[in-house]
């Protein structure tokens, strides 16, 4: 379809191995955001990806995370030597622009479990 | 530090009556609003937003009031339908910078046949 597409939809790994996520936006999007959702919480911010701008890493917890956007497109988030508080539902939103008077448009998420 | 809090956890109403979803926030830079619904194993669907410099906006059976004194946004769905049954998340942003969303924790509305 054309909306943001998130795969893995299911990720289960132990404790301490690497994962990656990946994000198609929908096309034409150039404003990409990462958030995540831990059991019984709220969306949580963690980068945001606009154009060709530096990103804005200002929401990952910890220098375990990583995220890099190529081509302006496809995103992948990075969790290096995962424990078991990473463990959470990541969505991946993207918007047409910067402006921020457009809504943000979400994937379905990969929800992350780690043993 | 939550800056966007919902306090209702769950909230069940009838079929046809209305549903009234609150939301508090604490960040006076804050200068959108929206609410997304959400639906399990989805990601969350854009439902309707206010700008700042509105008190209300409509779209069909669904209206937000904004009360930016109070710090204060709802939601109303008039009439409510069984398909409204979902976990309706607040969020609020600012214009400016990132433009990433503050999310509240969400309410679950059962609307009873």
């Known amino acids: 379809g054309a909306g943001v597409s998130q795969s893995p939809s299911n990720k289960v790994t132990e404790k301490g191995k690497d994962v990656e996520l990946r994000c198609d936006p929908i096309?034409?999007?150039?404003?990409l955001y990462w958030y995540r959702q831990s059991l019984g919480q709220g969306l949580e911010f963690l980068i945001y990806f606009q154009g060709n701008s530096a990103p804005d890493k200002s929401g990952l917890p910890s220098d375990r995370f990583s995220a890099e956007r190529t081509g302006g497109s496809v995103s992948t988030l990075t969790i290096q030597r995962t424990q078991q508080e990473d463990s959470a539902v990541y969505l991946c939103a993207s918007r047409p622009t910067g402006l921020s008077n457009q809504p943000q448009h979400f994937g379905d998420g990969t929800r992350l479990s780690i043993l | 530090d939550q800056q966007v809090k919902q306090n209702s956890p769950s909230l069940s109403v009838q079929e046809g009556r209305i549903s009234i979803l609150n939301c508090d926030y604490t960040n006076s830079m804050f200068d959108y609003f929206l609410w997304y619904k959400k639906y399990p194993a989805e990601g969350p669907t854009f439902l309707i937003s206010i700008s700042s410099i509105k008190d209300k906006n409509e779209d069909g059976r669904f209206t937000v009031f904004l009360n930016k004194s109070a710090k204060h946004l709802s939601l109303h769905i008039v009439p409510s339908q069984p398909g409204d049954s979902a976990v309706y998340f607040c969020a609020a942003t600012r214009r400016t910078g990132a433009n990433n969303l503050f999310f509240g924790t969400g309410t679950r509305l059962t609307v009873i046949p």
């Open positions: 096309s034409g999007h150039t404003a």
